[in-house]
């Protein structure tokens, strides 16, 4: 899908923050986004902002619930955006993501939500990050053929 500028002003005032054009930009490069992405992918692909503007717009985004923040086991934090329709402190798009180990590239899996976790009494659950790594489609059949 195709964002402009508008659909994501939108998206921001829905998560109740002020469109600037920085925003709108990162908003924009997460939303097109075809998996999530790294602050240094961010930085490529807006060459118009330093990694430090990035990274406060990234922040900004992760206190307001916009975007998921992705520990996908490179050593790296990775982020998509959130599309709750609460808007808030309920995410209810979350799903489980795939880490291939041998391109290292984090795939989203939309249609396997994260499964309920029940905590013992006195745990707060803030939030839940379902990786499962192994290898894609392409880099496994790369594999198949070598054998």
Known sequence: MKYDSQLCATLLE?????PTANRIL???????AKQP???????CEILSLDKSSVFRVLSLFREH???HVLEDG????????????D????DDDQHVHFFCECCRRTFCINDIPIPNVSLPQG?????INYMAKGLCPKCASKKETIR
């Open 14 to 18: 829905s998560h109740k923050i002020k």
């Open 26 to 32: 990162v908003c924009r490069a997460l939303a097109e």
């Open 37 to 43: 992405m790294s602050l240094s992918e961010l930085e």
């Open 65 to 67: 619930h916009l975007v």
């Open 74 to 85: 490179s050593d790296g934090v990775r982020y998509e955006i959130c599309h709750s329709t």
């Open 87 to 90: 808007g808030h402190e309920h």
């Open 123 to 127: 745990y707060v659950l803030e939030s």
